[in-house]
């Protein structure tokens, strides 16, 4: 059974961190590009990061702050988030995706999701 389960999201103060974890299990790790989504209220889900064997993607809104890597010794993928700004508020999703051509699909695209964590931060 394939699962990818979040944690780390939480409250904090605008510019300030915090580091997001995707644990993953039931796929063969390195064949596939995971990456990072966010979804606000009242917003569609947007895409943020995403992570493949030798690169590394970045929204532009994310771009010098947020930065993404993996371990593929325990089959997980983080999201370290600084100089955090109040519209980064959202629940944070990952997913996965079998490697192809497009190194970093949208969202349209994974096939396999996360229930999500919730990041706030606060003015």
């Known amino acids: 059974e394939v699962q990818l389960v979040e944690s780390g999201g939480g409250l904090v103060q605008a510019g300030g961190s915090l580091r997001l974890s995707c644990a993953t299990s039931?796929?063969?790790?390195?064949?596939?590009?995971i990456g990072w989504f966010r979804q606000a209220p009242g917003n569609e889900r947007e895409g943020v990061s995403c992570i493949t064997d030798s690169d590394d993607y970045y929204d532009i809104s994310v771009t010098g702050r947020f930065t993404i890597s993996s371990d593929k010794t325990k089959s997980t993928v983080y999201l370290q988030m600084n100089q955090l700004k109040t519209e980064d508020t959202a629940v944070y999703y990952c997913a996965a995706v079998q490697r192809s051509d497009d190194p970093c699909p949208i969202s349209q695209a994974m096939h396999y999701w996360g229930k999500g964590t919730l990041v706030t931060v606060s003015t």
């Open positions: 039931g796929f063969t790790f390195n064949d596939y590009t």
